[in-house]
């Protein structure tokens, strides 16, 4: 099996408020998160992680949350360097941090980008101030703008703006009203996903009310892509927009199941090795995470994938992009062979949600991509 591309992700896990629809692995703290303990700990787990690459290249680093600039630039900076210091990483190698509007002021974006960040990805969701506070957030729209127009002033060219639709009440206008908003600002990446209620979060014990029915939700998606296409923004993936091919290069190694090396409290890892592809998870809760660095309980057992477990999470990730992926990948990625992907897509390939093209790339049909939960699910493995 040949090893895929490496990428790192690092989980800093504290927000100032929790969210009401955020089912994120993240803690109130603000000013009373214990900052320079949990640093420690990252600097230890970087250690562990220099030894499980064993001298891959990394090609890129997502400082995700949690809030990772409720952390100063020089905090995140002693992060990079650390990480710089422990792997071989690519000259260009792309570095997303996470940022709420409201917290940007923690440090200014120049020295974000000082600290090595290369690619920021603003945490918007919308720009209408009424539905922000239904949503939970602490920043306004303006703060978005101004937030926006700092990182370019801070020398940023690749900005992401996120962004929900579906929001409470929500009109087809209202949600057009928000992209037009976010492209006014010029961002090279916009990500743009529907609301839904998660499990373990508030929103789902106590959904909110007028939440836009299915074919309202269907119009909106509908008219959201064509406005985006028309402003020059590509659809790479089924939520991702991007300009002059800024894609997320972190991302779609996720999605076409690369590597990625797990740091902080909770983080994912997959990693493949031999002929088995493997996952671990570090601890979730904050403090059980710093008490295993500081005292030496910090390699968590690797779970090697199934064959079915491979063939599902290959396929619930890769299915996403829109220029789908080739079998060459696939059978690099997951040591399956094109015989055990004709098998397994003979369901959906019957029920015209998926199509193989006579080189051998493989994509969701239209009617896949509007019904691509139904198309995921194919893959299920059989309960035992």
């Known amino acids: 099996m040949k090893q895929p591309p490496l990428s790192l992700y690092v989980h800093l896990p504290w927000c100032v408020r929790k969210c009401p629809y955020c089912d994120f692995n993240s803690h109130t703290a603000g000013d009373s998160a214990p900052k320079e303990r949990y640093i420690k700990a990252l600097l ?21 949350g949690g809030t990772p600039s409720l952390f100063s630039p020089d905090e995140i900076g002693r992060v990079l360097e650390a990480a710089r210091s422990r792997f071989s990483i690519a000259p260009d190698v792309e570095v997303t941090m996470e940022a709420n509007p409201g917290t940007v002021e923690c440090g200014s974006p120049a020295g974000y980008r000082d600290a090595g960040v290369t690619r920021l990805s603003v945490g918007a969701q919308s720009f209408d101030d009424a539905r922000l506070k239904a949503l939970g957030r602490i920043h306004s729209s303006e703060d978005i703008s101004r937030a926006v127009r700092a990182a370019w002033d801070g020398g940023f060219e690749n900005i992401n703006i996120d962004l929900m639709h579906g929001l409470p009440g929500q009109s087809v206008d209202a949600a057009m009203a928000d992209l037009t908003s976010a492209a006014d600002l010029k961002p090279a990446h916009i990500s743009w996903y529907q609301l839904t209620l998660e499990p373990n979060t508030v929103f789902y014990a106590r959904p909110p009310a007028n939440l836009p029915d299915e074919e309202l939700a269907a119009e909106i998606q509908d008219r959201g892509q064509a406005l985006l296409e028309g402003l020059g923004y590509e659809q790479y993936e089924i939520s991702a927009f991007a300009k002059d091919g800024r894609r997320c290069r972190h991302n779609l190694n996720y999605w076409l199941f ?28 904050p403090l059980q995470y710093m008490k295993d660095q500081e005292t030496g309980r910090i390699d968590p057992s690797l779970t090697a994938l199934e064959r079915t477990d491979l063939m599902f999470e290959f396929m619930l990730n890769a299915l996403r992009l829109s220029a789908g992926f080739t079998e060459e990948i696939f059978c690099q990625r997951t040591g399956l062979s094109t ?19 006579p080189g051998g790339l493989w994509k969701p049909t239209e009617l896949g991509g509007r019904f691509l939960n139904d198309l995921q699910a194919e893959f299920l493995p059989d309960e035992p």
Do not use: W
């Open 44 to 64: 230890c787990d970087l250690d562990g992680e220099a030894v499980r690459a064993d001298g891959r290249v990394l090609e890129s680093i997502f400082l995700g």
């Open 258 to 285: 690369g590597d990625y090396l797990a740091v902080g409290a909770g983080a994912h890892g997959k990693l493949t090795t031999g002929n088995a592809v493997y996952r671990y998870q570090k601890p979730a809760n």
């Open 339 to 357: 015989s055990d992907l004709m098998n397994a897509t003979a369901g959906a390939r019957a029920r015209g949600l998926l199509e193989r093209n």
